[in-house]
T-cell receptor, first 112, second 118 residues
Framework: KQEVTQIPAALSVPEGENLVLNCSFT??????LQWFRQDPGKGLTSLLL?????REQTSGRLNASLDKSSGRSTLYIAASQPGDSATYLC???????????FGPGTRLSVLP | EAGVAQSPRYKIIEKRQSVAFWCNPI?????LYWYQQILGQGPKLLIQ????????DSQLPKDRFSAERLKGVDSTLKIQPAKLEDSAVYLC????????????????FGQGTRLTVV
């Protein structure tokens, strides 16, 4: 059974810092991995999706990497802004049904 | 392109009552998911449809939860009777579910329905 963990659970940084969010999963037989952002009281917004054959994906100030063999993914946020404050969720897509197993999330606060 | 639509946004019911949630996925998306998100946790899959067939309902509490997607488009999730521990946000998501590449499985989520059982 796939299990997904995220470290840290919460993070508070001053504006402008570069930061790294970590996601670990127990079963390396994955189809893909998707990073989401969730604002309080809202649904999930897709940020990046990495296929199992890829090593990384980039969108603007965001870069996500995937190391299947070690069961890890990182989300790198460059030059953080207060608008980046949200909960970031990592979701691992299975090889079989292509549904997602989510981690518990990292709650990020970027202080002005 | 319209996103995933869910209603209602909020619902408060007493325990042992019944409740139903509705979801309309992105047009053309074959795969539809219902997730339950308890406060402070990541979403947990309840059921996954491919068109109008069930792909995975292994974590759906079938004694009280039911879901259907009769015409392969919109879907309803029902809870009867509700328990206090069902208080959560119920998220609907969809993906293309066909073709190649990331478009096949990239999931898009609705705003969710926040259920409070008192």
């Amino acid at each position: 059974k796939q299990e997904v963990t995220q470290i840290p659970a919460a993070l508070s940084v001053p504006e402008g810092e570069n930061l790294v969010l970590n996601c670990s999963f127990t079963d390396s037989a994955i189809y893909n991995l998707q990073w989401f952002r969730q604002d309080p009281g809202k649904g999930l917004t897709s940020l990046l999706l990495i296929q199992s054959s890829q090593r990384e994906q980039t969108s603007g100030r965001l870069n996500a990497s995937l190391d299947k063999s070690s069961g890890r993914s990182t989300l790198y946020i460059a030059a953080s802004q207060p608008g980046d404050s949200a909960t970031y969720l990592c979701a691992v897509g299975s090889n079989y049904g292509q549904n997602f197993v989510f981690g518990p999330g990292t709650r990020l606060s970027v202080l002005p | 392109e319209a996103g995933v639509a869910q209603s209602p946004r909020y619902k408060i019911i007493e325990k042992r009552q019944s409740v139903a949630f509705w979801c309309n996925p992105i047009s053309g998306h074959a795969t539809l998911y219902w997730y339950q998100q308890i406060l402070g946790q990541g979403p947990k899959l309840l059921i996954q449809f491919q068109n109008n067939g069930v792909v995975d309902d292994s974590q759906l509490p079938k004694d009280r939860f039911s879901a259907e997607r009769l015409k392969g488009v919109d879907s309803t999730l029902k809870i009867q009777p509700a328990k206090l521990e069902d208080s959560a946000v119920y998220l609907c998501a969809s993906s293309q579910g066909r073709g190649r590449g990331k478009e096949r499985t990239e999931a898009f989520f609705g705003q969710g329905t926040r259920l409070t059982v008192v």
